[in-house]
């Protein structure tokens, strides 16, 4: 398995642009994570998925976020306009659900100057 | 100003030493942990796990322990090799949904 796929490793944007994270969960997980890591507040989660629908989202910041996740092989996390203080590694995880244990993709590293 | 990031707490040991991370959670409802371990430049990646029906678990080279009554948990690495350096997360499920909690981990250095 290849494991949890994320797109692009790395962005670069300009301040004000929208932002488009991309993610592509393990095969038959029914659970799906976003979480932000930076060096103030450390691993935070975002917004949690099951089964495609969002279950909690209490984590994401601000309305700038959006996340959606429209079939069980596919999710986004959208920023939209993009700020500098959301710079961060932005990292996606899935969970086959039943055993809760969370596997993690390698992560993408935004940049917002 | 000064930006204030987290202070991340360090270990230091010998190669072939052992290895203790602690970790203090905050919600005595969680009833679910795991350890993971996070290398330079990639996600975290799962050690081990506990439930609360338990309070140690043995892996190769690696033991959990749960103290439930302090909320405490421990990470044991026997033999610690240079591979092992890394930072350490602990996480908990507080039985409220299938989401997990990430304290502010822990940077190991083995020293060859």
């Known amino acids: 398995d290849a494991g949890v796929i994320q797109s692009p490793r790395h962005e670069v944007t300009e301040m004000g642009q929208e932002v488009t994270l991309r993610c592509k969960p393990i095969?038959?997980?029914?659970?799906l994570f976003w979480y932000r890591q930076t060096m103030m507040r450390g691993l935070e989660l975002l917004i949690y998925?099951?089964?495609?629908?969002?279950?909690?989202d209490s984590g994401m910041p601000e309305d700038r976020f959006s996340a959606k996740m429209p079939n069980a092989s596919f999710s986004t996390l959208k920023i939209q306009p993009s700020e500098p203080r959301d710079s961060a590694v932005y990292f996606c995880?899935?969970?086959?659900?039943?055993?809760?244990?969370?596997?993690f993709g390698q992560g993408t590293r935004l940049t917002v100057v | 100003g000064e930006s204030v990031g987290l202070h991340l707490p360090t270990l230091s040991v010998q190669e072939g030493d052992n290895s203790i991370i602690n970790c203090a959670y905050s919600?005595?409802?969680?009833?679910?942990f795991i350890w993971y371990k996070q290398e330079s430049g990639k996600g975290p990646q799962f050690i081990i796990d506990?439930?609360?029906?338990?309070d140690k678990r043995q892996g190769q080279r690696v033991t959990v322990l749960l103290n439930k009554t302090v909320k405490h948990l421990s990470l044991q690495i026997a033999a610690t090799q240079p591979g092992d350096s890394a930072v350490y997360f602990c996480?908990?499920?507080?039985?409220?949904?299938?989401?997990?909690?990430f304290g502010t981990g822990t940077s190991l250095t083995v020293i060859p």
């Open positions: 995880a899935s969970s086959p659900g039943l055993t809760g244990i969370a596997f």
């Open positions: 095969s038959g997980h029914n659970s």
């Open positions: 998925f099951n089964n495609n629908v969002p279950i909690d």
């Open positions: 919600n005595s409802a969680s009833d679910y």
């Open positions: 506990i439930r609360s029906n338990m």
């Open positions: 996480a908990e499920n507080r039985a409220t949904g299938n989401q997990f909690y």
